[in-house]
């Protein structure tokens, strides 16, 4: 769902541009109709007028619907100032995707309070909400549809030099031009086969062609060698200038670029601060990095 959410993002804009798609359209239909879990307020509130929006979680706590479950996130309160960086980390089956997915509503938590530019989520409609966010996950859904055609889901009205520019920013215009057929070229199930890094690169220009103020990046580098990873990272760092972000990632890459980490274990904050500081720390953070670093080869 994660996926597939951030194709769709500029639902309300591009119902008509997704009409044409049939395949797309069925997807976006069944997304509609199997996320009740969450509702429009009865009079939302008008989304910020300002670009830069702060994020804050206010002693977030959630647990998935099910009878007896234990608490999939517990007390979790921190930041993001307009603009800064927050990266979340920690051990597979954290809670860090689940904290995520409850910025882009697709389930409240049960206590406490989520709020951009110092409002709670809730009161804004979800379209108007989700429009605000530039999302890039590990698993990028490509429609059946051309390289253009997946671009302009973000962005209908885009001319052709600023789907260029995207993708010079995203490093993938020279791929893109040794295609014979170029932006024309078909890309999804049916078409071209995109390595995960190329996918996930023409995640970013999308996510760059939409312009959102708020940036949600899901373990954007999995699965790829350290060439492409730093390939990556130099566009993703674009895309997160002057954008509130928060990064999920089990791959302690760069992580002197943000301005807080917060490590997340058994859904809870158990360590924060800036990467040297809890190095220094000598506790959960720092045997992730060592068993990161030992485990890799140096670059
Ligand atoms: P990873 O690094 O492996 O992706 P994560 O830190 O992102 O892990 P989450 O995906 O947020 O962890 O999962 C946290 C917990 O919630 C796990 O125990 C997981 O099994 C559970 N969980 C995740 N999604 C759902 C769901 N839709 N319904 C019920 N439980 C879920």
Known sequence: ??????????????FGQLGHSLAAGERLFSIIDTAPAVSDPEQPAPIPATRSLALTFEDVTFRYEEEGRQVTLANISFHVPAGGRVAIVGPSGAG???????????????????LLAGQDIRSFALADLRSLMGVVTQDTYLFNDTIRGNLRLAAPSATEGQLWRVLELAQL?????????????WVGEQGLKLSG???????????????????LLDEVTANLDRLTEQALFEALDR????????LVTHRLLHME???????????????RGRHEQLLAQGGLYRRLWEVQNALLPVA
């Open 239 to 246: 895309l997160m200038q002057g954008r509130t972000t928060l």
């Open 96 to 114: 860090k995707s689940t904290l995520l997915r409850l910025v882009m509503r697709f389930w409240d938590p049960q206590e406490g309070h989520i």
């Open 257 to 271: 670029q943000m301005d807080e980490i917060l490590v997340v274990d058994g859904g809870r904050i158990v360590e």
């Open 197 to 215: 890094g190329e996918r996930q690169r023409l995640a970013i220009a999308r996510a760059l062609l939409k312009d959102a103020p708020l940036l």
């Open 173 to 185: 215009d020279d791929f893109v031009r040794q295609l014979p057929a170029g932006l024309d070229t």
């Open 1 to 14: 769902v994660l996926a597939a959410f951030e194709a769709i993002t500029p639902l309300a804009q591009s």
